[in-house]
T-cell receptor, first 115, second 118 residues
């Protein structure tokens, strides 16, 4: 079965600093990978997804992620953090089973941005 | 375009009571998902519908949870009787159900219903 592991349940960065949120996956086949953001009292919003095209994926709000097969990683980065980036971030992998795609989510990383 | 609608947003009940949640997906979306998100965890799929048929309910506690999607549009999720461990946010999501070239399509999430069981 596929799974994702997010390293660090809480990450704090200063405003303007680099954001790095880590995600490692396990999969026996090339995976589909996703990053979602969840603001307080809201549902999840897709930031970006990897679907086996370019290994560097650009998403919304200045975020990007790089698929590294050798490291089984799909880390999320943003060059300069903004206060509005404070939220919880989830990495997910999609697994096709019985003809349908299922999503498996990581446990999330809460990002805090310090002024 | 209207997003995924869910109601109620908040619900507090006592254990052994019953509760129902409602979801209206984005118009035209064939696939509908119900997730349970316990505090501090990622969403866990409870049930997935394709139109009005169930394609995956392997993680749905069927002794107490039920869901239906009549006419392939909106859906209800029911818990009867509720337990303390059911306290969570229940998220509904929808997707078109197909994507050019294959692969999973994008899920769009509603704001969720926060359930507290006392």
């Amino acid at each position: 079965a596929q799974s994702v592991t997010q390293l660090g349940s809480h990450v704090s960065v200063s405003e303007g600093a680099l954001v790095l949120l880590r995600c490692n996956y396990s999969s026996s086949v090339p995976p589909y990978l996703f990053w979602y953001v969840q603001y307080p009292n809201q549902g999840l919003q897709l930031l970006l997804k990897y679907t086996s095209a370019a290994t560097l994926v650009k998403g919304i709000n200045g975020f990007e992620a790089e698929f590294k097969k050798s490291e089984t990683s799909f880390h999320l980065t943003k060059p300069s953090a903004h206060m509005s980036d404070a939220a919880e971030y989830f990495c997910a992998v999609s697994d096709q089973s019985s003809g349908t795609y299922k999503y498996i989510f990581g446990t999330g990383t809460r990002l805090k941005v310090l002024a | 375009e209207a997003g995924v609608a869910q109601s109620p947003r908040y619900k507090i009940i006592e254990k052994r009571q019953s509760v129902a949640f409602w979801c209206n997906p984005i118009s035209g979306h064939a696939t509908l998902y119900w997730y349970q998100q316990i505090l501090g965890q990622g969403p866990k799929l409870l049930i997935q519908f394709q139109n009005n048929g169930v394609v995956d309910d392997s993680q749905l506690p069927k002794d107490r949870f039920s869901a239906e999607r009549l006419k392939g549009v909106d859906s209800t999720l029911k818990i009867q009787p509720a337990k303390l461990e059911d306290s969570a946010v229940y998220l509904c999501a929808s997707s078109l159900g197909r994507v050019a070239g294959g692969g999973p399509d994008t899920q769009y999430f509603g704001p969720g219903t926060r359930l507290t069981v006392l």
